[in-house]
C-alpha cells in the first residue's frame, strides 16, 4: 500500500534551518498534490505548504521562510525550512492526493517532530 515516511525533524534553534524529507512508495510524488502540514501540541492540525500542478502555495506564517519541492529521482518530496522560530515547534506531516482532488488528503505520513527553542 502507499506509505509516506517523513524524516529530518529535530531540535534547533530559533533562526535555525531544517529540510524536512518525505520518502513515498507506491505513489509517484510528481503525480501527485502533495502538502506539510503541522500540528502544535493541544492545537489543530493546519497547513503549511502545497503543491498541485507545480504550483506552490503557503501559509502566511511560513512565506519567505518555506519552501516546498520534489525530487522525481528520489521520489520525495521535501520542506525546506529557514529562520525557524519557537512558534514552528510542531509534528509535521506529509499528505498527498490526486492533483485534481478537491476533498481531503488521501495519504498521510506519520510525522516528524520539530522543535525549536528560544
Known amino acids: 500500500q502507499v506509505q509516506l515516511v517523513e524524516s529530518g525533524g529535530g531540535l534547533v534553534q530559533a533562526g535555525d534551518s531544517l529540510r524536512l524529507s518525505c520518502a513515498a512508495s507506491?505513489?509517484?510524488?510528481?503525480?501527485?498534490?502533495m502538502a506539510w502540514f503541522r500540528q502544535a501540541p493541544g492545537k489543530e492540525r493546519t497547513f503549511v505548504a502545497g503543491?498541485?500542478?507545480?504550483?506552490?502555495s503557503y501559509a502566511d506564517s511560513v512565506k519567505g521562510r518555506f519552501t516546498i519541492s520534489k525530487d522525481s529521482a528520489k521520489n520525495t518530496l521535501f520542506l525546506q525550512m529557514n529562520n525557524l522560530k519557537p512558534e514552528d515547534t510542531a509534528v509535521y506531516y506529509c499528505?498527498?492526493?490526486?492533483?485534481?482532488?478537491?476533498?481531503?488528503?488521501?495519504?498521510w505520513g506519520q510525522g516528524t517532530q520539530v522543535t525549536v527553542s528560544s
Open positions: 507506491k505513489l509517484t510524488v510528481m503525480s501527485y498534490a
Open positions: 499528505a498527498a492526493q490526486p492533483q485534481t482532488a478537491v476533498s481531503s488528503y488521501d495519504y
Open positions: 503543491i498541485r500542478w507545480s504550483i506552490s
